[in-house]
Nanobody
Framework: QVQLVESGGGSVQAGGSLRLSCVAS????????MAWYRQALGKQRELVAR???????NYADSVKDRFTVSRDNTRNTVYLEMKSLKPEDTAVYYC???????????????????WGQGTQVTVSS
């Protein structure tokens, strides 16, 4: 069974830092882009940052110059380094991967990518 497992969330004060990790485990065949989304209470899920296989990145305007997304293709892992955190960054952060995985003799591509279970980030003022 292929799954995305996030770690690194927690509670910090404003101005602090956190580093999130997300690893794709199981019979992964290939991974295209990997991304971080977040969903604050009562709000829609939004894209935070995305990184392609080649390392091209893009960010939401609200996190530019504060967050850095990176990946280790040898470990099927994506990271999100978050600095200068603000209370408005408080949310559940989800990892998403546009991947293919093996299922017996078949290659499966989950529609919309595969999602992790989410990790809570809480920033207090």
């Amino acid at each position: 069974q292929v799954q995305l497992v996030e770690s690194g969330g927690g509670s910090v004060q404003a101005g602090g830092s956190l580093r999130l990790s997300c690893v794709a485990s199981g019979p992964v065949a290939s991974i295209n882009h990997m991304a971080w989304y977040r969903q604050a209470l009562g709000k829609q899920r939004e894209l935070v940052a995305r990184v392609t296989y080649a390392g091209t990145t893009n960010y939401a305007d609200s996190v530019k110059d504060r967050f850095t997304v990176s990946r280790d293709n040898t470990r099927n892992t994506v990271y999100l380094e978050m600095k200068s955190l603000k209370p408005e960054d408080t949310a559940v952060y989800y990892c998403n991967a546009d991947l293919k995985y093996r299922d017996g003799g078949n290659i499966i591509t989950p529609f919309g990518g595969l999602w992790g279970q989410g990790t809570q980030v809480t920033v207090s003022s």
